[in-house]
C-alpha cells in the first residue's frame, strides 16, 4: 500500500509558469526526499528535508517540509522545458533504511 | 564513472520462465534496493540488502528472489515469470552511513513477460 499521495498525477504547463506539487501521508516522517526522473533514466536526488517547516531552495525549485512532517511541497518558479520530468517524493522508515516512493507527478513544461 | 549497472536493459520472457537480473555498484555502497516501476505507481520496493550476505522483504516481494553474495552484486531472481511481472525495474544503491542519504539509481530494466 502506498503511504504517499501525490498530486496532481499529470500536469502540462507553458514555459515560465509556476506550479506547485504536493506529496502527503497520514503519518509522520523522519525525513523527506525529492526525486526528479526523466525518461529513459533512473531518478535523481533533488533534496532532502528533515527538520518540520524546514524550506530549502535550489535555483528556481523551492522544496518545503510541513510542520507537522506529514507532508511536502515542491515549487517551481518560471518552468523550463528542461523542468519536464517524473517528480517522486520518498520517505524512509526509522531503523530500517526502506525508502518508499509516492505515486509521482509527471511534469510537462511546454516551449 | 560506471556508478550502478544493470543488466539485461531489456528482456522478453514467457510466462513460466525463469530469470536473473543483475545489479552491480561501483561505489562500495552498503545498501542495495529493486524496485519496479509501473505507470501511476511510482517506485515500489521489492527486496533491499543493508549488507553482504543480508536481505529484506520490501513492499512487493512475492515472486521474487534476491541474494548479496558480494558486496557490489545484487541479483534479483524471477523462477517463475508472470504478466503481471511485466515492468521496469530499477536497482538503487546507497552508501548506508547517515539515514535518508542519497540514492542512487541504475537506468533500469524493461522486462516483458508474454
Known amino acids: 500500500t502506498q503511504l504517499l499521495e501525490q498530486s496532481p498525477q499529470f500536469l502540462s504547463i507553458q514555459e515560465g509558469e509556476n506550479l506547485t506539487v504536493y506529496c502527503n501521508s497520514s503519518s509522520v516522517f523522519s525525513s523527506l526526499q525529492w526525486y526528479r526522473q526523466e525518461p529513459g533514466e533512473g531518478p535523481v536526488l533533488l533534496v532532502t528535508v528533515v527538520t518540520g517547516g524546514e524550506v530549502k531552495k535550489l535555483k528556481r525549485l523551492t522544496f518545503q517540509f510541513g510542520d507537522a512532517r506529514k507532508d511536502s511541497s515542491l515549487h517551481i518558479t518560471a518552468a523550463q522545458p528542461g523542468d519536464t520530468g517524473l517528480y517522486l517524493c520518498?520517505?524512509?522508515?526509522?531503523?530500517?533504511?526502506?525508502?518508499?516512493f509516492g505515486t509521482g507527478t509527471r511534469l510537462k513544461v511546454l516551449a | 564513472n560506471a556508478g550502478v549497472t544493470q543488466t539485461p536493459k531489456f528482456r522478453v520472457l514467457k510466462t513460466g520462465q525463469s530469470m536473473t537480473l543483475l545489479c552491480a555498484q561501483d561505489?562500495?555502497?552498503?545498501?542495495m534496493y529493486w524496485y519496479r516501476q509501473d505507470p501511476g505507481m511510482g517506485l515500489r520496493l521489492i527486496h533491499y540488502s543493508v549488507g553482504e550476505g543480508t536481505t529484506a522483504k520490501g513492499e512487493v516481494p512475492d515472486g521474487y528472489n534476491v541474494s548479496r553474495l558480494k558486496k557490489q552484486n545484487f541479483l534479483l531472481g524471477l523462477e517463475s515469470a508472470a504478466p503481471s511481472q511485466t515492468s521496469v525495474y530499477f536497482c538503487?544503491?546507497?552508501?548506508?552511513?547517515?539515514?535518508?542519504?542519497?540514492?542512487?539509481f541504475g537506468e533500469g530494466s524493461r522486462l516483458t513477460v508474454l
Open positions: 538503487a544503491s546507497s552508501r548506508g552511513t547517515e539515514m535518508a542519504g542519497e540514492l542512487f
Open positions: 561505489m562500495n555502497h552498503e545498501y
Open positions: 520518498a520517505y524512509t522508515t526509522s531503523g530500517t533504511y526502506k525508502y518508499i
